[in-house]
């Protein structure tokens, strides 16, 4: 009667069970926590004091006393014939992390069920952890003994975990020796060629894909990962070569087509890529993933017409309209319709490509000069994208720079540093604006910050010196910074245009003017010209100067650098 009694407790407590690990074989279609006499065969026979271990080890699991129920498990374990005892025991131990207990109820496992593969990749996980390179051959054949089928995905998951543990070099060495023992087992060479790359050692990668495919010449997985090595090596040409190999082996396969079009896009292959595509097209119409692509290489050829049409037919996919509806934008944008370009940048509204379209909105209308409708979008972007605040800060701080706010950018940008310090961008942005308020000291002080951190950042250096130059007598600090600017960059039509300027401010009028030249024949921009008419006015070339400065101001009368220069040399409008 005793007995019975205790039976029945066992049972009722074991059915609300709390178990440190969720285990995958539990979660059934009720998500029901698995009890212990689930774990429990019921033809095993369970002698009382066992009962009462397994009782003890519930009852700690109840209350969280792990270790308690570790011992429990573990004694219980030895002393009944059902593996599924000790396989809790192996759990707990792991979730524990006490690894002496871990391998002897792993032991007491393989003991009552050595075939039991789920058992094996614990051994494995656990020999290669502790560097027990023995150990890890010995369960590693036999894994490969008692499921080669599934020998390949089962490594290479164990390999993911042990990677983080940073053994992937001492798996790949236990491997050599599997292969070693197993010379014909192909899956041993495709495992320790993914170990290899996931080493970064490109050519043992390649070297032990080579040995796979001798031994199985048209695995395609193994002619897919050496295409993906060939790729990652820049081999293009041999990508491609593997890929047509694979395609032409499994001709339905969807990912090995796809795998081959990304190979000829990055080749620029592009008319083998459109003929893949209409390919694919022609098997499946509506793949809405082939006909994007497609509508991309139309645009890179500059087949816009093409590319519209292609587009046009993704808008009645409701998964693919964002992406097609923001490209129709860009391709509007790229034609000079801008109006155009604003109604299908406002029709992406949701998903992916929702915050780049109102970002290009955005920009069309700033450089539209429609700033009343940028703030409102601006205000309605901070909204919607919390996760974009920085952006939107830097977008709104080039606002109120064209609006001439520059207090107000400034104060923006400052803002925008105290979450993100030693953000380049952020503090090149500010520097500009300080420079606006004549705050020089934090201009310099933020582009040094830049410097600090990459001595070669040639914007930041220009900037610096370009400033010195023109604001300050500082022209020895100016010419150190424009120097090394002008070595790392010589063709750059900016900073030529700073070193010239410096020139000039140096008294080297020939000089200044051959490198002033020089940079507006590259880009004929307003402040250089503005540059060039001072240097010829100072010069005493004021008819070439005011030649120069009219042709420009033509086109540019509203240019804050063309207005400087009138007002200080042509007096009375002329």
Known sequence: MKKWIAIAIF?????????????????????????????????????????????????????????????????????????????????????????????????????????????????????????????AVENINAMLADDPAGFEAGLLEMSKLLEKEGRTQFTYDVLEEVANEHPAQASVFFVQAVLASVLQNNELAQQKINQALLIAPDWNKAVIFQAQLAGRSGDLPKARELLEKAVKQAPEDAQLRKMLLEVLINSRDYDDAIKLCQSVLEDKPDDAETLFTLALIHMQQGQVDKAENVLEKLLSNPEWEGQASFYLGKIELDQQHPDKALTWFDRVGEGNYAFDADMAAVSLLMNQKRLDEVETRIKRMDSKYPEQHLRILMVKAELYNQLSKYQEAFDVLTQALKDVPDNREVLYARALVAERLDKLDVLEADLLKILDKKPDDVGALNALGYTLTDRTQRYDEAAKYLERAIALQPDEAVVIDSYGWLQFKLGKVERALEYLRKAYEKQPENEIAAHIAEVLWTTGEQKEAKALFDSVYKKSPDDEYLLEFKKRFLQNGQ
């Open 11 to 135: 049972l009722s407590l074991s059915g609300c069970a709390v178990s440190p690990e969720k285990e995958p074989e539990a979660q059934g279609a009720e998500n029901k926590p698995e009890g212990l006499e689930s774990r429990v065969n019921r033809n095993t026979v369970i002698d009382e004091e066992v009962l009462y271990l397994l009782m003890a080890a519930e009852l700690a699991g109840q209350r969280n006393q792990y270790d308690l129920a570790m011992d429990a498990y573990l004694q219980a374990a030895k002393r009944v014939d059902d593996p599924r005892i000790a396989e809790r025991a192996v759990k707990i131990g792991l979730f524990l992390k006490d690894e002496q207990r871990t391998r002897e109820a792993l032991t007491v496992w393989l003991a009552k069920d050595g075939k039991n593969l789920a058992a094996r990749k614990f051994a494995v996980l656990l020999a290669i952890k502790n560097a027990d390179r023995n150990a």
